[in-house]
């Protein structure tokens, strides 16, 4: 059985002052390549992570789509996530 994944995740920090998304590729358990809005760009971690990775931050649109994906995905939803996750505590 082989599985494929995709993570999205936005960490808040302070609210929407500092906002993080990451998106994660894994495979059989195996992180494969990852986008982090800090550091801007995609990394990966085994070869053939590295090598989807090189062949995505060479697409500067597809890499434009990544980097506002803050604004639209975290930053978006931040009203409706916050009574669940950050008012709870």
């Not at 999205?8 to 998106?23: A, L, M, P, Q, S």
Request: aromatic share 18%; glycine share 6%.
């Amino acid at each position: 059985v082989f599985q494929r994944m995709g993570r999205y995740e936005c960490h808040f920090i302070n609210g929407t002052e500092k906002v993080r998304f990451v998106e994660r590729y894994i495979y059989n358990r195996q992180m494969l390549a990852m986008f982090d809005s800090d550091v801007g760009h995609f990394v990966g971690f085994t070869p053939y992570g590295e090598r989807i990775a090189k062949n995505w931050n060479s697409n500067p649109e597809w890499m434009e789509h990544k980097r506002t994906a803050v604004d639209t995905y975290c930053r978006y939803n931040y009203d409706i996530v916050a009574p669940f996750s950050v008012e709870r505590r």
